[in-house]
């Protein structure tokens, strides 16, 4: 017998570990799969930030305290999250950062950092969980991919190096892992109000016409990932695995 439209979406009796956790969209992210149902152990660097999002996230909220950029220790931080509440069963990949250099200004450090964040750790931790789900025949990760996994911005080429490369990792991982129930997909958010995206909002003219770019006609707000996302991480995307989801209001149908 098939489930109920209902019991696809829920997530009681599922772990998932959500990078990013401390605050933005990551924060957005955990909130909604423990409102599904959902056990999570969020991921960040920033201790009080997260331990402030445990406090009010309540008894389904755990967190680990690890700088996700340096990627030797992302064996240490798979381990960690098992042990609150088991092995995950979800794996958002949330954390990134956009140092917003002109290609003629990007330091060797800036690259670094952003493909060791925004590409290789996400690699590195889905690999890392993978085994945990294959005993279970059941996973789920989830990448943060961006507008620019598609079209090129100003000061962005380390970012969109990093986000283009995401984009194939998310469809290389469906093929790695997904015949043993391992689906990997990603959401590829638009202009979200963030701490991410706070120089962009801080210009109205500029987040204004960015607005305009969209077929809604307006930018991005927190709630408008959670159902994408939830559909993503439950048995509601079953058949689905290796797709980049856009959730920007249309802006890359313009």
């Known amino acids: 017998m098939s489930q109920s439209p209902a019991a696809l979406f829920d997530l009681t009796g599922r772990v998932a570990c959500v990078t990013g956790a ?67 069963d979800i ?15 990007v330091d060797a450090d800036q690259w670094r950092l952003s493909l060791d964040l925004n590409l290789s750790a996400p690699f590195y931790l889905a690999r890392a969980l993978a085994p945990g789900m ?30 283009g490369g995401l984009a194939q990792l998310t469809r290389a991982m469906a093929e790695a892992w997904s015949a043993q129930g391992i ?20 210009d109205n003219e500029l987040s204004g016409k960015l607005a305009a770019q969209t077929c809604i006609g307006r930018n991005g707000e927190p709630a408008d990932l959670v159902g994408p996302l939830i559909f993503l991480c439950s048995e509601a995307s079953a058949y689905v695995t290796g797709q980049i989801l856009p959730v920007d209001g249309g802006f890359t149908a313009k």
């Open 22 to 88: 401390s605050s933005g969209l990551g924060q957005a992210a955990a909130d909604a799969l423990i409102a599904a149902g959902a056990k999570v152990v969020g991921v960040a660097r920033r201790e009080a930030e997260l331990s402030a999002w445990q406090q009010q996230a309540g008894s389904n909220a755990a967190t680990v305290t690890a700088d996700l950029a340096e990627l030797e220790a992302i064996e240490n931080v798979a381990s960690a999250v098992a042990v609150p509440f088991g092995a995950p």
């Open 91 to 105: 794996l958002v990949n949330a954390a990134g950062i956009n140092t917003r250099q002109p290609a003629d200004d």
């Open 134 to 163: 294959q005993q279970k025949q059941w996973g789920r990760i989830v990448n943060f991919a961006s507008l620019q996994s598609y079209r090129a911005f100003h000061a962005g080429i380390a970012y969109g190096a990093a986000k």
């Open 183 to 202: 689906n990997a997909n990603a959401v590829a958010p638009g202009f979200f109000r963030t701490p991410l995206t706070a120089p962009v909002f801080a």
